[in-house]
C-alpha cells in the first residue's frame, strides 16, 4: 500500500496533526505562520522522509518530489 502521509510534529516530537495532501499542509503552515516550531515527517510505503525548519517554498518542494517518487 503506497499511501502518502504527512505527519506535523509539534517541538515535542508529539504528532500535532495528519494531512494526506500536501496543499492542506502547506495551508495549514502558512495559516499558523510559525513554521520553524514544527518538523515534518512524510511516509509512503516503505520510504520516510524527516524535514526540519525549512523555509516554505522548499518545503513544498521536497514534498512535492519525495511524493513523486515511484
Known amino acids: 500500500m503506497n499511501r502518502f502521509e504527512i505527519l506535523v510534529l509539534n517541538t515535542a516530537a508529539e504528532v500535532y ?3 494526506c495532501s ?3 499542509c502547506m495551508s495549514f503552515l502558512r495559516r499558523i505562520g510559525r513554521t520553524n516550531n514544527f518538523s515534518i515527517v512524510v511516509h509512503k510505503g516503505k520510504r520516510s522522509l524527516f524535514i526540519e525548519k525549512l523555509d516554505p517554498a522548499t518545503l ?3 514534498l ?3 511524493q513523486n517518487q515511484p
Do not use: G, L, S
Request: negative net charge.
Open 17 to 19: 496533526t495528519k494531512y
Open 22 to 24: 500536501i496543499a492542506d
Open 60 to 62: 513544498a518542494k521536497e
Open 64 to 66: 512535492n518530489d519525495f
